[in-house]
């Protein structure tokens, strides 16, 4: 098999929203498009990803250095033994030339083609994505996930009842687990919101909260003294992502479980946490997305490197609520994913089919990811491949 | 003072080599230009400067993201308070709605500009870079800076002979301290070539030897066991650059110095390193590079970090042998610099006007980096702002 040409075609995010580090009204996403010489009803098969939410689109590497190395590649350099599509054997090429260590925008880049190379082997083998990567690492997929609605974000004209008019909508949507964002109001708002958000869910075991890695170690450790009371289901990333040190102060401190490794973009960056970071099997929970650390190659890596230290796969909740790693967390038998069903359009979300059930959902059978079958996607899908 | 325009210019590097990891001659950089609105002779004055040596240009995310940024900003956003363009504010400004982590291609570029900023700002008050950063750090710039002649590369046929004339030529050019690669070709090959090194250097204290992330732990600590009867200047990179745990433990193996640091490009990643890389003042050798880390604003604080942690800023030897670090290392004190005078061209190496004796360099006195000085560079810069 060939790969005859890579496309990419940069999308904005719709909605006006900010966490208490940027405003996602600014961000972009890269839809890419990896055609094959397989032809089937007179059209080529393509496959197609995107490199996950909450970062930014990727032309300038993908334009620049990733499709040069695909276009000059022998297929065979791409290949496994089968003559198959290998997404780990086009992740070196694309790799071609790339130092150690600087896992940015790269990884993120190279994700939205790793990732698309596993859409084309399921449309290729007409199977939906999450049977094709069980299969691939051993697994039995899941038949539901769990997942949980994310959203909770600071509006331009917030209020109490906006909030509890958001959670009650997830609720009707089937949902019964939420994360709102905190850090970016002030202590007495943020715990006002959080009183909101247990009331509507039930329970402070229903909720989670995002500081996106806004605290040094002592504003971490002052709001986990504050959130401890209200028993959350996790507090995520107290602290720069990167400051595993703090992790483990805020954990020592807090107790009580913690989220954190969607800024993770490496295997190595995985293993730091887990050496350095105070992460406890049984409790904490580990985020990293395979569309911001080179796809689902190294993502399955840094699944196999947490068991090796002793934690277990449901404890992987992968950041970023769309149809990609609704397949990842069947396939790999993770904990569950997040959902953004009122932001982050037109990636965010899953399709009006999946029925979503006691915060259990569906899982989509067809071929590859599909995300052809998502309305908001279907207009920038065709403006990429026609 | 408002910046009117921001250009970039993607420059490929000539020469064919290559280290153990990647090769050299399908890299490139991005020659950026920060036009102000200030006017002297009929001309705007205008920063320069580049993304450092040894990774990518940086067009995408300079023209997606930087760019636009820039161009949206209050110019009071990127000024001090006297009105005089910030590179530390001009650096907050091109990080809006970033997320944390990710330190890759982001921080080169960013450090393209901020780096120009700094040109900018010599050329606006008539003085070399180095003076200014001097003045603004409060130290005392020195006269002359060591040097040291990096090479040694593998090259597509090579020999003995080649690496010895390689060296002589060094050292006519007034080099007495030296460094090549290591783990690009047989133990047995690499030991032969760093022995032709040491006696064309006269001591291995005149040699250091350059792995490039390549080894695991165990083949680290191997080499490392070769290379110690050789009482080598320094043994860089030896494992992945993020594996702080390996570095901790080929320095207990090894005893003798280890340099590392060049692909850690942020603050964070750098406090890791010192908090579990197992570094020994007064031994090790840091070689961090403002030009791939967010420009010299986070590189100053990396040098203070290290301070806090008991380390002279004498064992700092940036990475990227040319003139932005030459006015680095000369305005902060720090140990020296490298000196690609074979390769990297147009950027690699230094003015011709600046003479080296006994492995001591002179600073040049141009206004700002006075890369306008350096013929290699002159078309491109004409390129980039006519």
Known sequence: ????????????????????????????????????DVVRNGKPVIGL??????????????QDRLIPRIASADPDAYGDIDGNLSPAALRKVMMRDEKPGGHGDRASAIAAIELAAWDLRGKLE??????????HFGRTPASLVSVYAAGGYYYPSDGAGRLQDELKSYQDMGFTKFKIKVGGASAKDDIARLETAIQQAGSGRNISVDANGRFDLEGAIALGAMLTPYDLRWYEEPGDPLDYDLNRRVIEAYQSPVATG??????????????HGGMRPGIDVFQMDAGLSYGLTDYAEM???????????????????HLLNLHIVAALN????????????????YLPE???????IDLPDHPGFGLEAKPELQPHIDKLIS
Not at 6 to 14: A, C, F, G, N, Q
Not at 49 to 62: K, L, V, W
Not at 126 to 135: T, V
Not at 262 to 275: A, C, K, T
């Open 49 to 62: 990803a995107f490199n996950s939410i909450g970062r930014f689109a990727q032309s300038g590497i993908i």
């Open 303 to 321: 699944i196999s490197l947490m068991e090796a230290h002793d934690f277990d796969r449901t404890r992987a909740y992968p950041h970023g609520g």
């Open 126 to 135: 007409d199977a939906p994505a999450y049977s094709i990567i069980a299969k």
């Open 262 to 275: 969607e800024n993770l973009f490496s295997v190595l960056d995985v293993q730091n946490l887990l050496r």
């Open 334 to 349: 993770l904990g569950g994913c997040e959902a953004y069903p009122a932001v982050f359009q037109p990636f965010g979300g």
């Open 354 to 360: 999946l029925e979503i059930n006691q915060g259990m």
């Open 1 to 36: 098999m060939k790969i005859v040409e890579v496309r990419e075609l940069t999308v904005r995010l719709s909605g006006r929203i900010a966490n208490a580090v940027v405003d996602f009204s600014r961000h972009d996403i890269s839809l890419v498009a990896v055609i094959s």
